[in-house]
């Protein structure tokens, strides 16, 4: 049993709460144990003059963290540290391999990722509940005429996993993130394809054994999070 009383295999529970904020598109809390985060998609009309040519839309990401996200405050800066851009750049590209760009029109759509409080798993969290915001920003597009169809390819999840201690665990709180000797950040569609893997060995080096039953955890952990997030999009979407 870890500290929080899960097995090794046990996710923490995930709540989703829509339309939690007024002026977007989309707007979704998702909470995964103590961690939470509001993800809110809202529609530009322009692309960035990369997609001009192209003919296609674009979907783009920011994130940020309150100072009050964490048991020590930190201050929030203009501008985006490394970890801060590295953040958002994969929010970005994950959530890019979900929507077929060339259907979208010429209008971005941006996912505002905003963590009120920290538990482990913030940008996993990002991306999962940015999912459902998208959905329902593409939804509402549909629904005024400005796309002819729901343009999604892929649903997107993604979890955490780890080695802490000799034993893989799936989805890291705080502490054991922090004392983990292996952390992985595995995002995939639903149809269980990688689209990313970011994996560090923080202390020392792991074999393919353990590779393999990290992905494994993160395969069980995101078909957990599929169910959830299906729950919500089903009717807008046929994947």
């Given at each position: 049993m870890?500290?929080?009383?899960?097995?090794?295999d046990?996710?923490?529970p995930?709540?989703f709460?829509?339309d939690f904020?007024?002026?977007?598109a989309?707007s979704?809390l998702?909470?995964?144990?103590d961690?939470?985060?509001?993800?809110?998609?809202?529609v530009?009309?322009?692309?960035p003059?990369?997609?001009?040519q192209k003919?296609?839309?674009?979907i783009?990401a920011?994130y940020?963290m309150?100072?009050?996200?964490?048991p020590?405050r930190k201050?929030m800066?203009?501008?985006?540290?490394?970890?801060?851009s590295?953040?958002?750049r994969?929010?970005?590209?994950s959530?890019?391999?979900a929507?077929?760009?060339t259907?979208?029109g010429?209008?971005?759509?941006?996912?505002?990722c905003?963590v009120?409080q920290?538990?482990?798993?913030?940008?996993t969290a990002?991306?999962?509940g940015?999912?459902?915001?998208?959905?329902d920003a593409?939804?509402e597009?549909?629904n005024?005429?400005k796309i002819?169809v729901?343009?999604i390819?892929n649903g997107?999840?993604?979890?955490s996993v780890?080695i802490?201690?000799n034993?893989c665990?799936?989805?890291?709180s705080?502490p054991e993130?922090r004392s983990?000797?292996v952390?992985m950040?595995v995002?995939?569609t639903?149809?269980?394809e990688f689209v990313?893997l970011?994996?560090?060995?923080?202390?020392s080096?792991?074999?393919r054994e353990?590779?393999?039953k990290l992905?494994?955890?993160?395969?069980?952990?995101t078909?957990?999070?599929?169910?959830?997030?299906m729950?919500?999009?089903?009717?807008?979407?046929v994947?």
């Amino acid at each position: 049993m870890r500290s929080d009383g899960r097995l090794e295999d046990e996710m923490r529970p995930v709540k989703f709460t829509r339309d939690f904020t007024k002026y977007a598109a989309g707007s979704v809390l998702v909470e995964s144990g103590d961690t939470r985060v509001i993800c809110s998609a809202m529609v530009e009309e322009r692309v960035p003059h990369h997609c001009l040519q192209k003919k296609t839309g674009w979907i783009t990401a920011e994130y940020s963290m309150l100072p009050s996200a964490n048991p020590d405050r930190k201050t929030m800066h203009a501008r985006a540290s490394g970890r801060t851009s590295e953040i958002q750049r994969l929010i970005g590209r994950s959530l890019r391999q979900a929507v077929d760009l060339t259907q979208l029109g010429q209008r971005t759509i941006w996912l505002d990722c905003n963590v009120i409080q920290a538990d482990g798993g913030t940008r996993t969290a990002s991306i999962t509940g940015a999912f459902v915001a998208l959905t329902d920003a593409l939804s509402e597009l549909k629904n005024s005429g400005k796309i002819d169809v729901m343009p999604i390819l892929n649903g997107i999840s993604a979890v955490s996993v780890g080695i802490v201690e000799n034993r893989c665990l799936l989805d890291l709180s705080a502490p054991e993130d922090r004392s983990a000797s292996v952390d992985m950040n595995v995002v995939m569609t639903h149809g269980g394809e990688f689209v990313e893997l970011q994996g560090t060995a923080e202390s020392s080096p792991f074999g393919r054994e353990s590779l393999d039953k990290l992905l494994e955890l993160a395969r069980k952990g995101t078909e957990e999070l599929k169910t959830e997030q299906m729950k919500l999009v089903k009717n807008m979407l046929v994947l």
